[in-house]
T-cell receptor, first 114, second 113 residues
Framework: NAGVTQTPKFRVLKTGQSMTLLCAQDMNHEYMYWYRQDPGMGLRLIHYSVGEGTTAKGEVPDGYNVSRLKKQNFLLGLESAAPSQTSVYFC?????????????FGQGTRLTVV | GNSVTQMEGPVTLSEEAFLTINCTYTATGYPSLFWYVQYPGEGLQLLLKATKADDKGSNKGFEATYRKETTSFHLEKGSVQVSDSAVYFCALSARGGSEKLVFGKGMKLTVNP
């Protein structure tokens, strides 16, 4: 049972480059999220989705775009990477937005922007 | 807005010591409360949860009680093990408002043999 899978696990980008992080879940969850984790900051929500074809902004959306073309996939894009986007990115999914049920997390993507 | 304040550490304990990690919250409505744990190199996983006042969540020897009067959800374990070394996050999900999970900043725990 794969759960939530993120690719890639590690990436180094040069400033100004673009990339897409892929999140896939096999639990038929409606809700998916992208967080970033920085030292001393905890987890901050970037964007989230309440279902296929929908997306919404979270706490720190600037510099990121997302798409949810298929229910099982949630893509996070960086159009022009900046050093401030160096972070560990986590994708999560849950059966409902209200959090009554467990949110499942991927293992993370460590991104360094130089 | 909704927020979570927790002990940030880092904290180092000896094996079999007693652990308390304080967590207080501010929320509109009636939130559900969670503790997540992150082991080295891994994503977060749910440790325990409580969905209404006076509920006690428990798992792997950890416990936390939802205290509405003090808006708290402190995590406790009577005897920690080396394998409990991890980062612990308190989180809430508020009903009737912004239902997204809101996390505290996390606390790193190291348990020495």
């Amino acid at each position: 049972n794969a759960g939530v899978t993120q690719t890639p696990k590690f990436r180094v980008l040069k400033t100004g480059q673009s990339m897409t992080l892929l999140c896939a879940q096999d639990m038929n969850h409606e809700y998916m999220y992208w967080y970033r984790q920085d030292p001393g900051m905890g987890l901050r929500l970037i964007h989230y989705s309440v279902g296929e074809g929908t997306t919404a902004k979270g706490e720190v959306p600037d510099g990121y775009n997302v798409s949810r073309l298929k229910k099982q996939n949630f893509l996070l894009g960086l159009e022009s990477a900046a050093p401030s986007q160096t972070s560990v990115y986590f994708c999560a999914s849950s059966a409902n937005l209200q959090g009554y049920t467990e949110a499942f997390f991927g293992q993370g993507t460590r991104l360094t922007v130089v | 807005g909704n927020s979570v304040t927790q002990m940030e550490g880092p904290v180092t304990l000896s094996e079999e010591a007693f652990l308390t990690i304080n967590c207080t919250y501010t929320a509109t409505g009636y939130p559900s409360l969670f503790w997540y744990v992150q082991y080295p190199g891994e994503g977060l996983q749910l440790l325990l949860k409580a969905t209404k006042a006076d509920d006690k969540g428990s798992n792997k020897g950890f416990e936390a009680t939802y205290r509405k009067e003090t808006t708290s959800f402190h995590l406790e374990k009577g005897s920690v093990q080396v394998s409990d070394s991890a980062v612990y996050f308190c989180a809430l999900s508020a009903r009737g408002g912004s239902e997204k999970l809101v996390f505290g900043k996390g606390m790193k725990l190291t348990v020495n043999p």
